[in-house]
């Protein structure tokens, strides 16, 4: 599996940004890498998804206008880019990666994840 480490939470207040980085512990090329998030009492959500090798990203309908995905290939790493965050973002958000021939949709799809990061906004 890969090793995954998650920087950049904190607490903001609505309507700032904040930049999410996950750090992963190998080439990620041919890697689907994604951000979840989980509040509280309710269920391990995607955020965004994005293809190593193609560039490909998809965004949560909730998330599409005012978050990004990117990576930085060079240094293994992918980003989360929030902007106009609101209190209903806040959770522990989650890195994970699967090799890019797997479905790369649901949380089950990917085997490997790092321990979170918390973002409060309020």
């Known amino acids: 599996h890969v090793q995954l480490v998650e920087s950049g939470g904190g607490s903001v207040q609505a309507g700032e940004p904040l930049r999410l980085s996950c750090e992963a512990s190998?080439?990620?090329?041919?890697?689907?890498l994604a951000w979840f998030r989980q509040a509280p009492g309710k269920e391990r959500e995607a955020v965004a998804v994005i293809f190593t090798v193609t560039g490909r990203t998809t965004l949560a309908d909730s998330v599409s206008a005012r978050f990004d995905i990117s990576q930085d290939g060079a240094k293994n790493t992918i980003f989360l880019q929030m902007n106009s965050l609101r209190p209903e973002d806040s959770a522990r958000y989650y890195c994970a990666a699967e090799h890019e021939s797997g479905p790369c949709n649901l949380a089950a799809d990917f085997a490997s994840w790092g321990q979170g990061t918390q973002v409060t906004v309020s």
């Open positions: 190998l080439d990620i090329r041919r890697y689907c």
